[in-house]
């Protein structure tokens, strides 16, 4: 493995992740009309070649 180019390429895919994930929930809460409050979320990464699964939940505020 090139750690230099593992780090670059893992690197750009988790600002993929990252962006579209905050554009989906942010067109998800714009749907529900929720104004207020929390929302619980959870993200579940898998990667079927290296036997990986990954949860984070968590709760995001609306204000």
Sequence with gaps: MED???????RKFLKQVGVTSQQQI??????SGKTSGTIA????????????????E??????
Excluded: P, Q, Y
Excluded at 26 to 31: D, L, P
Excluded at 58 to 63: C, M
């Design 26 to 31: 942010e067109r998800a809460v714009r749907e």
């Design 58 to 63: 968590g709760e995001i505020e609306l204000g």
């Design 4 to 10: 230099e180019k593992f780090n670059m390429s893992m």
């Design 41 to 56: 979320v959870k993200v579940v990464l898998s990667g079927d070649d290296i036997d990986l699964e990954h949860v984070v």
